[in-house]
Nanobody, 115 residues
Framework: QVQLVESGGGLVQPGGSLRLSCAAS????????MCWYRQAPGKQREFVAR???????NYADSVRGRLTMSRDSARNTGDLQMNSLKPEDPAVYYC?????????WGQGTQVTVSS
């Protein structure tokens, strides 16, 4: 089993920055990729960013250029640097780890953008 723990959420003003972290532990099967998703109240969970085993990244159109995903494969962590946060960014952000044998989720971390 794989456990994912997100951290780094909080309250930030519009235009501000946050850095989310995801730490994976347990029986991690390699190779694996990691993603971030988010879910706002009343909306479906949506894709935000992905980083592959080879550290290739792709992003949702709504966040490209503002959010940057990185990973540390030795530590099994995946971070999401969030800059220029907008009023439409608040949500619970979820970390996802995927491999050939499974798909795992964290419990989420809340991001709030408000002045």
């Amino acid at each position: 089993q794989v456990q994912l723990v997100e951290s780094g959420g909080g309250l930030v003003q519009p235009g501000g920055s946050l850095r989310l972290s995801c730490a994976a532990s347990g029986s991690i099967f390699r190779p694996y990729g990691m993603c971030w998703y988010r879910q706002a109240p009343g909306k479906q969970r949506e894709f935000v960013a992905r980083i592959t085993t080879g550290a290739n990244t792709n992003y949702a159109d709504s966040v490209r250029g503002r959010l940057t995903m990185s990973r540390d494969s030795a530590r099994n962590t995946g971070d999401l640097q969030m800059n220029s946060l907008k009023p439409e960014d608040p949500a619970v952000y979820y970390c996802n780890l995927y491999s050939s044998i499974g798909d795992y989720w964290g419990q989420g971390t809340q991001v709030t953008v408000s002045s």
